[in-house]
């Protein structure tokens, strides 16, 4: 089985220094390899953005797909590859914006996807314009006065549509950020992970430093993992004002919630239980319905 190393390509990362995509890269990196699952087990598609460069710079199966897009071939290899661990990575203009209604669906279908998303509230790869998770009254090179929508909440989104596994994670805290993984990674049914991953070019608000002085564990305290409304009345206090203290506006990590109990999707789809590149092999007799057709 591979070790983290061994699931980086020969091709350096592209990224700014600094970027929250490292940490986040080498999360997914030691995650997989403390699974131990072999490089033949699982495979990730990517969406388009500056995560989505991750295309080259990890050495695993997958795809790079279209913006906004990830999701869907992502489905339709869960379902014609059951064998395979699918994992999605996307951006937050990526898939919270072309693409949240795939998510939507896709989570609704409680499909067996690991859907990792870089939240740095910023589009970064096209020089900083404001994107769904940029806040409120934030100035962008976009929004000069200020952005005036109110942000997408991620973690509310998934779960008002029954999301079966809902966690936030932090760029900054590798360790932390590899436990949330594979807990997601071994969850059944369609689990979400959205990372709040720093942009050290284009994001000057939510910094490193802006993050570390408001997130906080969910684990450390109290918190029960079953109470989809609680878990719900929670991910409002993620929205919070430009000018707000560490005090005023503390940002949870950690899952919010997680139901294992819920068929997946391709429970349901009797095909899917069998890899399509073996179905394909199985000789089909179709004189019954030639017969029937007489």
């Known amino acids: 089985m591979p070790n983290a190393e061994a699931l980086a390509s020969t091709i350096k990362p592209?990224?700014?220094p600094g970027c929250?995509?490292?940490g986040m890269a080498e999360a997914l990196?030691?995650?997989?390899?403390e699974l131990g699952w072999e490089?033949?087990?699982f495979a990730v598609v990517w969406g388009i953005g500056c995560h989505g460069n991750g295309a080259d710079f990890f050495d695993v199966q997958g795809m790079h797909a279209l913006h906004g897009r990830a999701i869907p071939p992502a489905t339709a290899l869960r379902l014609t590859r059951p064998d395979l661990h699918v994992i999605v990575e996307m951006g937050d203009g990526d898939g919270y914006?072309?693409?949240v209604g795939h998510l939507v669906h896709a989570i609704r279908r409680n499909i067996g996807l690991t859907v990792i998303a870089h939240n740095n509230q910023i589009y970064g790869l096209t020089t900083g314009q404001?994107?769904?998770t940029t806040d409120h009254l934030m100035q962008t090179v976009s929004t000069p006065t200020g952005v005036l929508e109110q942000p997408v909440n991620p973690i509310g989104l998934a779960?008002?549509?029954g999301a079966t596994f809902v966690a936030r994670g932090f760029a900054g805290d590798i360790k932390h950020l590899t436990g949330l993984y594979i807990q997601a990674l071994t969850h059944k049914g369609l689990a979400l992970v959205d990372v709040f991953q720093p942009c050290v070019t284009w994001n000057h608000l939510n910094t490193f430093a802006w993050m570390r002085e408001r997130v906080y564990k969910l684990e450390e305290s109290p918190w029960d993992t079953t109470d989809r409304v609680k878990a719900f009345e929670l991910s409002l206090s993620t929205f919070h004002d430009l000018t707000c203290a560490p005090e005023q506006c503390r940002i949870p990590i950690g899952v919010y919630f997680r139901d294992d109990a819920v068929p997946a999707y391709e429970d349901g789809v009797p095909a899917a239980s069998t890899p399509g590149w073996k179905r394909a092999l199985v000789p089909r007799d179709l004189a019954?319905?030639?017969e029937s057709l007489r």
């Open 14 to 16: 592209t990224w700014c």
């Open 20 to 22: 929250g995509n490292y």
């Open 29 to 33: 990196k030691h995650a997989l390899a």
């Open 39 to 41: 490089k033949h087990e």
């Open 97 to 99: 914006g072309i693409g």
């Open 130 to 132: 404001a994107s769904p």
């Open 159 to 161: 779960l008002s549509e």
């Open 288 to 290: 019954g319905v030639i």
